[in-house]
């Protein structure tokens, strides 16, 4: 049976329970307890759990042991599952103490058991609770499928998801967020229009949230439409969140003046609604236009913060603004007191990078606070390839083989700054290296959605059925630009490692 509804506290419980958290001795803990007593907190189980928590973090086990007997088992295991250091060895005790007491087989002990096992990685003895337990209510399969979210296993909460024999809008929203997250859109989008056909729920905020991040990851449109109409009829445009998710699933799609349009009839934004739609502008090239945006931020008193300086340092970099740029790099710290993280100094130098000052974008590198990663070398890498440095080139790949040996696309950057120097033979050596490395080129991909399907197409495949038309289309195109003066700029000597 579930744990009895605590009593509201009397002021003086009140103030004791408000003291708990504070202690800083087993002797405060003692007195506290002492005082306690004679005034029936023992009978209250916040102020057990509160006295537990206290006993375990000071520690002093044998007083947590002796309140144990006198809490129910399902709020031990929650306080429990509050004590980071604690976890591996109070689950299994306090799952001892559950058989001991006849309580193993109950539903709410059952839950807070798996709920403590996840907390603490023990997943094969969360699943094991789980499998052992004969009466299974909603919570217990919803507790049991997000900790298996958490710990990354989304095939093990899909099979179970798929097993319940009831669910709630939880069960479904856990798993449309997990599979958003994961950056899974289209298992995201197929469960929740599973949700409204198959059981007709309604889905809340959160399912919301997650289904509109996943129609941005898709491009899918149609539906992101839908889901705003849907937000509108529900009353929820006062949601800052739930816009600004429609904001940015409108951007990703290209929507850009459909952003602007919900953006502009908002009543509050956040810093995240003003950092959306500057982002959006320098996703879709248009920096002048966030740059605007962030003027305006500024002066209507809305403070940026450090994701505020990407999309601004991103929007320069795109088209261009190189001064602009270094004067919102210098601004961060001096006027907003925002120290740069290693995204920042990317950004900088990928801004210097394709301005062609190479040397500068070098020494920005050398001087950071931290090593660089990747993405650093990686812009280094394109800048390389722009300019046509391949003493930088070389450099920067070297680094790049140990921070992401697997990524075929750096050898190729290379390979195209030799190719375009006539070094057949360095070319050559590129290849042999990404032959013995088990490397091939990825081709590259695109998708659309016309009619709510998403089509994907992808370099050198020609198994869409509708390819006739498509080439046909864009030869027409082509036709036509050549007729208004069009001539297309191509490289002296375009070579691809993958096509030798």
């Keep these: 049976m579930p744990p009895p509804p605590s009593p509201a506290l009397p002021l003086a419980l009140h103030r004791a329970f408000s003291l708990l958290t504070s202690l800083e001795s087993p002797r405060h803990l ?89 907390s603490c990685g023990s997943i094969a003895s969360a699943r094991s609770v789980f499998d052992e337990t004969i009466h299974k209510d909603i919570f217990c399969w919803n507790v049991t499928i997000s900790g298996y979210v958490k710990s990354g296993n989304l095939a093990c909460a899909r099979e179970l998801f798929d097993l319940m024999p009831r669910r709630n809008v939880v069960s479904w929203t856990t798993v449309i967020g997990a599979y958003a997250q994961m950056k899974r859109p289209v298992e995201a989008i197929e469960v929740f229009r599973r949700m409204q056909v198959e059981e007709g729920i309604e889905p809340d905020r959160v399912a919301l949230l997650s289904v509109l991040s996943a129609c941005g990851d898709l491009g899918a449109v149609d539906l992101g439409e839908w889901v705003h109409r849907s937000v509108v009829k529900r009353g929820l445009c006062w949601h800052i969140p739930l816009m600004n998710a429609v904001i940015d699933m409108y951007l990703k799609c290209g929507c850009v003046g459909k952003a602007v349009e919900v953006f502009e009839g908002m009543e509050q934004k ?32 809305v403070a940026p913060n450090d994701v505020t300086f990407l999309a601004i340092l991103s929007a320069c970099s795109h088209i261009g603004l190189t001064d602009v740029g270094r004067w919102y790099f210098k601004i961060m710290m001096s006027q907003y007191g925002i120290k740069p993280r290693v995204e920042h100094y990317g950004c900088m130098v990928d801004l210097l990078g394709r301005a062609g000052c190479l040397m500068e974008a070098q020494d920005l590198v050398k001087g950071m606070p931290f090593m660089a990663n990747a993405a650093i070398w990686g812009a280094l890498l394109a800048a390389a390839r722009t300019h046509g440095d391949a003493e930088l080139g070389e450099q920067a790949l070297l680094h790049l083989i140990r ?25 050559g050596k590129l290849r042999k290296a990404m032959k013995d490395g088990g490397l091939t080129n990825v081709p590259g991909a695109s998708s659309i959605e016309i009619d709510g399907m998403v089509h994907e197409f992808t370099s050198r495949d020609g198994t869409h059925p509708c390819l006739h038309e498509i080439c046909k289309v864009l030869c027409d195109i082509t036709t036509d630009m050549k007729s208004i003066g069009y001539v297309a700029v191509l490289p002296e000597v375009p070579r691809d490692i993958e096509e030798e």
């Design 403 to 427: 921070l992401e040996p697997h990524n075929s696309g750096n050898y190729i950057l290379l390979s195209n700054i030799y190719a375009e120097q006539e070094r057949w033979d360095d070319v």
């Design 30 to 118: 003692l007195q506290a307890h002492a005082f306690l007593l004679p005034r029936g907190g023992h009978h209250n189980a916040r102020l057990l759990s509160a006295l537990l928590l206290a006993s375990l973090r000071l520690p002093v086990r044998p007083h947590a042991l002796a309140l144990l007997r006198n809490i129910h088992p399902s709020v031990s295991l929650n306080a429990a599952a509050r004590i980071p250091h604690l976890r591996g060895t109070l689950g299994p005790q306090l799952h001892s103490l559950a058989v001991r007491a006849g309580l193993a087989s109950d539903a709410h002990v059952s839950t807070s058991l798996i709920q403590t096992y996840f």
């Design 270 to 301: 956040s810093v995240v609604t003003w950092t959306t739609v500057i982002a959006g502008f320098a996703l879709h090239g248009l920096g002048l236009e966030a740059v605007e945006m962030f003027r305006r931020m500024e002066r209507e008193n």
